[in-house]
């Protein structure tokens, strides 16, 4: 898939590429049915709005799966992730592009790895970071 | 919603914090892995057919997330309804594979009462560890659940 990066060519508050995507209903039922989240908030427009929300919204979990798929195709084919953290602040609902962006906020050595620390976050067309989170991973060297 | 005074005691803090579920396990299956790469939009091959780095198929990061009902109770009844979740913080150690048995255990590290602009909150810090068949802890996820 991508290319590799290596450890030497990234430094602090280097931007990760931004990536957009466009979650459907589709996908909500796809995901539903893939992790057995039936709760019908994520495809039932009726049920819903009959909780209080204005439309059908996008599985938390899904989205945290998005930020972990935008860390590890940044990370390359060797690239390992260590850690993913995270927080659901906002709704985001299908049919809206949502943007993932990052950058990288650390990069050290420990024990025999070497680390990289991201700040990454889910954007909504009103860019409010709906879904902020952090990632940790291991790098190769290119020695 | 609830317009009732819960109020979380020291000792009900105390006897809910440490509490375990009951060990959930599932056998991963590669349909499985690749649908779930699938939904989530992720066309890494790693997942579908492997790559050498990851020496054959190993599940996405969140895949864990398809395991279902792993609840430690509470050992009180709190008034709420409504369930939120407000996020995870994962730790991975080794790759899941195809194959695998993962056994996920939850525990509650921490409890906690607050009133925000949803009313009276009751938010919960769950761990979860799930281990493989060679007793090897794979992943830790750690969530914040908010009842209200």
Same mark, same amino acid.
């Given at each position: ?143 | ?60 990061? @969140? ?61 919960? @810090?769950?761990?979860? @560890? ?11 996820? @750690? ?6």
């Amino acid at each position: 898939m991508s290319e590799q990066i290596f450890f030497e060519d990234v430094r602090e508050g280097m931007e990760l590429p931004v990536e957009v995507r466009n979650p459907t209903p589709r996908q909500l039922v796809q995901y539903a049915g893939a992790s057995g989240d039936f709760y019908e908030i994520h495809y039932d427009r009726n049920f819903a709005q009959s909780t209080g929300l204005k439309d059908i919204i996008i599985h938390g979990a899904l989205k945290n799966a998005m930020l972990g798929a935008y860390v590890t195709g940044w990370a390359g084919p060797a690239g390992e992730l260590r850690r993913l953290t995270v927080q659901y602040r906002g709704m985001d609902y299908p049919d809206e592009p949502i943007t993932a962006k990052g950058h990288v906020s650390r990069v050290y050595q420990e024990g025999q790895s070497n680390l990289v620390d991201c700040t990454v976050w889910l954007e909504n067309p009103e860019g409010q970071q709906t879904t902020p989170g952090t990632a940790t991973v291991a790098l190769p060297s290119r020695n | 919603m609830s317009t009732n005074s819960f109020t979380l005691t020291d000792e009900m803090r105390e006897q809910s914090i440490g509490v375990e579920s009951e060990p959930v396990s599932m056998v991963i299956e590669q349909g499985h892995v690749a649908r779930f790469a699938e939904a989530i939009g992720d066309e890494n091959p790693a997942y579908t057919v492997g790559t050498p780095e990851t020496g054959g198929i190993v599940a996405p990061p @969140t895949f864990l997330r398809a395991m279902r009902g792993i609840r430690p109770e509470l050992p009180f009844e709190a008034p709420f309804t409504r369930l939120l979740d407000g996020g995870s913080d994962w730790e991975y150690f080794e790759h899941v594979r195809p194959g695998d048995t993962i056994t996920a255990v939850g525990r509650v590290e921490d409890i906690r009462e607050r009133t925000g602009s949803i009313g009276q909150m009751l938010i919960a @810090t769950i761990k979860i @560890t799930y281990r493989n068949q060679r007793d090897a802890v794979v992943a830790t996820q @750690t969530s914040t659940s908010i009842r209200y």
